[in-house]
Nanobody
């Protein structure tokens, strides 16, 4: 049932850094594009970053560009998100998933990121 398991979140002060990891089960199929999404309280999921299979093509919205870095290790079936210079606006539950999303995507438990002084 569970395909993606996110970890690495926590409470951090503004300006701090966190590294999130997304582990995939051995039964999970390979996905050409993988992505990180986040869901602030009371809001819908929003795209944070995506990455192609080879890792040489990435995309970031302006809100995180220059601060977040997505990477993947296909041998380990792992997708990571390095976050720096965090602000309170980055507070959200972070999820990994395929890109683009299915019409009715299935979400994991996610990992909570809280940025507060």
């Amino acid at each position: 049932q569970v395909q993606f398991v996110e970890s690495g979140g926590g409470l951090v002060q503004p300006g701090g850094s966190l590294r999130l990891s997304c582990a995939q089960t051995d039964r999970a199929p390979n996905h050409y594009f993988m992505a990180w999404f986040r869901q602030p309280e009371g809001k819908e999921h929003e795209l944070v970053a995506n990455i192609n299979w080879n890792g040489d093509v990435t995309y970031y919205p302006d809100s995180v560009k220059g601060r977040f870095t997505i990477s993947r290790d296909n041998a380990k079936k792992e997708v990571n998100l390095q976050m720096t210079s965090l602000t309170p606006e980055d507070t959200a539950v972070y999820y990994c998933n395929t890109f683009p999303l299915s019409q009715r995507p299935t979400w994991g438990q996610g990992t909570q990121v809280m940025v507060s002084s």
